[in-house]
């Protein structure tokens, strides 16, 4: 497991105020919605502005590809890294 994927899942548990989870439980590749975490539309955005605030992205609340984005963690590291990368 890379630093990112340990430091968005730690932004997660931090932005949502997730008490009863810790990093070892979140799953890189589950779903972060609806199955695996369970989160909801508000947590999205929560995180959505998490991300824009900390690596400088930008996303479109009604795109298809941000939704693709918030799939997974592993999802969340691919995105920050084409950000982080250029």
């Given amino acids: 497991m890379s630093n990112l994927h340990l430091e968005i899942k730690q932004m997660i548990i931090d932005v949502l105020d ?3 989870i810790d ?3 979140i799953v890189d590749e589950e779903p972060l919605f ?3 975490l369970g989160l909801d539309s508000i947590d999205a ?3 959505g502005l998490a991300l824009q605030k900390r690596y400088d ?3 479109k609340a009604d795109s298809e590809d941000t939704r693709q984005h918030f799939v997974s963690v592993n999802a969340l590291v691919t995105l920050v890294e084409s950000y982080t990368t250029k």
Avoid: M, S, T
Wanted: net charge negative; aromatic share 0%.
């Fill in 57 to 59: 992205i930008k996303l």
């Fill in 23 to 25: 990093v070892e439980d």
């Fill in 45 to 47: 955005l929560e995180i």
């Fill in 18 to 20: 997730l008490e009863d």
């Fill in 34 to 36: 609806v199955e695996g």
